[in-house]
């Protein structure tokens, strides 16, 4: 009987020290790729999160710290042993609660500065009164140390934004700027500048005019076409916003303010303080000159016409909820696409129709 199971017994023995082998090679194999991975490390630490620590704790618990020894590239035994007898020590401990005052929400540290920067003149008690409209219950000394963390001077030294000054006087605002446009004519490319002024609050442009040497006698006309009764960009207006620019010459400026409506000059390189004109300087050239050859100076008015009726009727303004500043009375429901082209197809409307 013995006689018949040593053959089987020798070749469960040959089977498990070849399985025993063929695992020892796979831990060899792992062992040697991750001090290669290690190397390509060049010793920066490896950052474990809570999750890998805990899986290697688990691993390596089983093993022992003599197996560990062998087979730990990562980290070493006792960091992995250390790591077990926190995760026992964490299962049978309770969080204390931090001994203090509770540290302020993170959706009031963040409405404190926004009511400061929207407010410039509240003072911390008028802070402390818009919060507990809210029902938000923050001392006073509260508001301060949020405000002092965010660098936000008190209430008196507070500055004003431009983007409170240009709301409080919504609708009586206008800006003014220049822009250039290179235009070949037969004495060479020249420089052609073009004044405009836009409505602050609708966003409605006028273009006043183009000439390649903007001196007094231009400015003193374009102001008063700006400044007509009867059809001038100004006549419901009280304040204009321009740059420091030698263009504003003293007779524009006289004829203006002789209006009723009051110049403001932005600060020395401060283009944002005539954010909205800016804007518009962007996007004329960005959609349109910046692609077009200039052939003449009537080429250049045409295309001002052209982007002008485009920019006011048929192109979407993110700044008024991405609508038209003038929209045509136009049924909605259409089952036909329709497409308006302008500049040979260099601006396009598209509208539904019946």
Request: a positive charge.
């Amino acid at each position: 009987m013995m006689a018949d199971l040593y053959p089987l017994g020798l070749l469960l023995v040959t089977l498990a020290g070849w399985v025993n082998c063929h695992q020892q090679r796979v831990i060899e194999y792992l062992i040697e790729e991750n001090q290669v991975l290690r190397e390509q490390l060049k010793g920066r630490r490896i950052r474990l999160t809570d999750d890998q620590r805990r899986r290697l704790v688990v691993r390596g618990q089983q093993l022992g710290r003599r197996v560990l020894a062998q087979v730990a590239t990562v980290v070493t035994p006792d960091t992995i042993l250390r790591w077990h007898r926190r995760l026992i020590a964490r299962k049978w401990t309770f969080e204390r609660k931090r001994p203090g005052r509770p540290g302020t929400m993170k959706k009031i540290s963040a409405l404190i500065p926004r009511m400061a920067a929207e407010n410039p003149s509240w003072g911390y008690s008028r802070i402390q009164g818009a919060l507990r409209n809210m029902d938000h219950q923050v001392a006073r000394s509260t508001v301060a140390k949020v405000l002092r963390d965010n660098g936000i001077q008190p209430a008196p030294r507070r500055p004003s934004s431009w983007r409170t000054f240009l709301r409080a006087h919504w609708g009586q605002i206008a800006g003014a700027d220049f822009f250039t446009s290179e235009v070949w004519t037969p004495r060479g490319l020249l420089t052609y500048y073009t004044l405009f002024v836009i409505d602050l609050q609708t966003r409605r442009v006028h273009v006043v005019g183009s000439t390649p040497n903007p001196d007094a006698a231009f400015m003193a006309q374009a102001a008063r076409c700006l400044t007509d009764a009867v059809d001038g960009s100004l006549a419901n207006h009280r304040v204009l916003i321009c740059d420091r620019g030698g263009k504003w010459t003293e007779g524009f400026r006289r004829i203006v303010e002789g209006a009723g409506v009051r110049i403001v000059p932005t600060p020395f390189q401060a283009p944002n303080a005539n954010a909205y004109a800016q804007r518009f300087v962007r996007s004329i050239r960005e959609e349109c000159l910046d692609r077009l050859i200039l052939f003449g100076e009537r080429r250049l008015r045409r295309v001002l016409h052209e982007f002008v009726a485009h920019y006011h009727e048929e192109r979407n303004h993110q700044g008024l909820g991405n609508a038209l500043i003038t929209p045509e009375d136009r049924p909605l429901g259409g089952r036909h696409v329709r497409c308006r082209e302008r500049l040979g197809g260099l601006l396009r409307y598209y509208h539904s129709a019946a």
